[in-house]
């Protein structure tokens, strides 16, 4: 028997890394000296294959008992509330413990302990060397193996993400009487479209990421944005894809500046809405371009433009 203050050792840790380095061995090896029963409770997020969580439960488990076969691995699933969470991971200690046995739980450094809120006493194993799991998935990231199995967890990971949307922000620059259009033009295109790019998850709102936008692309400072709707766009790029483009659409007055294109934009270039024509635009756009003439309409009753024989 070995000598030990509690009958079981209890880790809790995430272990997100593709191997098991120094510090991970070091803590798992000495608690395992310590106690004859020891569990490990990987922590579980609930969103799939995202840079600070890249690998699910089971990898994990795989990982660990290939080098540490007699350890129970069990998981805990991550909750907003530390004490929701703590209480959750005491019962399911207290379900593997018997009438009488008693625990200790282990974490390594900047553990969950600071954040544990249970019944059960805590140590904290500080080991010899510091490995950063956060830099060990930076390194991994900028590594390409030339192997079946490298090749395989890459389809793996792709194949277990929810498909999400992948929000932009366009918006329609007018001058300040509403009778024209700015509209940009990329290299590889002869038809037009409106300025916007992909959201930037940096920036608090869309309308500042619409700002920006705005500027990249333009130079032009606009005023303030009437949100006119949302649409999927039909982008070439996505097509057949489970994720897919909604952009938020924008309306604004510019300003102040000299439109020049820029970014992206190969040619920027001001229309006359009573001459413009859906065919003037890019495809993807026509939902935008009908929208945004929709709304014109209504707020200049009064004025004909081409847009609304589309």
Same mark, same amino acid.
Not at 1 to 7: E, L, V
Not at 179 to 191: F, I, M, T, W
Not at 261 to 277: G, M
């Given at each position: 028997?070995?000598?030990?203050?509690?009958?079981?050792?209890? #880790?809790?840790? &995430?272990?997100?890394?593709?191997?098991?380095?120094? $510090?991970?061995?070091?803590?798992?090896?000495?608690?395992?000296?310590?106690?004859? !029963?020891? #569990? #490990?409770?990987?922590?579980?997020?609930?969103?799939?294959?995202?840079?600070?969580?890249?690998?699910?439960?089971?990898?994990?488990?795989?990982?660990?008992?290939? !080098?540490?076969?007699?350890?129970?691995?069990?998981?805990?699933?991550?909750?907003?509330?530390?004490?929701?969470?703590?209480? !959750?991971?005491?019962?399911?200690?207290?379900?593997?413990?018997?009438?009488?046995?008693?625990?200790?739980?282990?974490?390594?450094?900047?553990?969950?302990?600071?954040?544990?809120?249970?019944?059960?006493?805590?140590?904290?194993?500080?080991?010899? =060397?510091?490995?950063?799991?956060?830099?060990?998935?930076?390194?991994?990231? &900028?590594?390409?193996?030339?192997?079946?199995?490298?090749?395989?967890?890459?389809?793996?990971?792709?194949?277990?993400?929810?498909?999400?949307?992948?929000?932009?922000?366009?918006? $329609?620059?007018?001058?300040?009487?509403?009778?024209?259009?700015?509209?940009?033009?990329?290299?590889?295109? !002869?038809?037009?479209?409106?300025?916007?790019?992909? =959201?930037?998850?940096?920036?608090?709102?869309?309308?500042?990421?619409?700002?920006?936008? $705005?500027?990249?692309?333009?130079?032009?400072?606009?005023?303030?944005?009437?949100?006119?709707?949302?649409?999927?766009?039909?982008?070439? &790029?996505? &097509?057949?894809?489970?994720?897919?483009?909604?952009?938020?659409?924008?309306?604004?007055? =510019?300003?102040?500046?000299? $439109?020049?294109? =820029?970014?992206? #934009?190969?040619?920027? /270039?001001?229309?006359?809405?009573?001459?413009?024509? %859906?065919?003037?635009?890019?495809?993807?756009?026509?939902?935008?371009?009908?929208?945004?003439?929709?709304?014109?309409?209504?707020?200049? %009753?009064?004025?004909?433009?081409?847009?609304? /024989?589309?």
């Amino acid at each position: 028997m070995k000598t030990k203050d509690a009958d079981t050792g209890v #880790i809790v840790a &995430r272990f997100q890394t593709h191997k098991l380095h120094e $510090a991970h061995v070091d803590l798992i090896r000495t608690v395992c000296e310590k106690h004859d !029963k020891v #569990i #490990i409770f990987l922590g579980l997020s609930p969103l799939k294959t995202t840079q600070n969580n890249p690998l699910d439960f089971e990898s994990r488990k795989q990982m660990i008992l290939e !080098k540490f076969p007699k350890v129970n691995v069990l998981y805990i699933k991550d909750n907003p509330s530390d004490y929701i969470w703590s209480k !959750k991971l005491d019962e399911s200690i207290k379900d593997l413990l018997g009438p009488t046995q008693t625990a200790t739980l282990y974490g390594g450094r900047d553990s969950f302990i600071t954040h544990y809120h249970g019944n059960f006493p805590t140590t904290e194993l500080i080991p010899e =060397s510091y490995v950063s799991g956060t830099e060990m998935r930076k390194s991994i990231s &900028r590594t390409v193996m030339n192997s079946e199995q490298f090749r395989a967890g890459i389809v793996f990971a792709t194949h277990n993400q929810y498909p999400v949307v992948i929000p932009t922000v366009d918006i $329609a620059i007018l001058n300040e009487g509403l009778s024209r259009l700015l509209l940009g033009r990329k290299d590889d295109e !002869k038809q037009f479209r409106f300025i916007g790019g992909f =959201s930037e998850p940096k920036y608090d709102s869309y309308e500042q990421n619409a700002r920006r936008e $705005a500027m990249e692309e333009t130079g032009i400072e606009i005023g303030e944005l009437k949100y006119l709707g949302s649409t999927k766009i039909d982008d070439w &790029r996505y &097509r057949g894809e489970n994720n897919q483009i909604v952009t938020l659409f924008y309306m604004a007055v =510019s300003l102040f500046g000299a $439109a020049k294109a =820029s970014d992206d #934009i190969c040619e920027v /270039k001001w229309f006359e809405l009573k001459d413009l024509k %859906p065919e003037q635009i890019v495809e993807c756009h026509l939902p935008l371009f009908n929208m945004l003439m929709k709304h014109l309409k209504e707020i200049l %009753p009064f004025t004909s433009f081409q847009g609304e /024989k589309s």
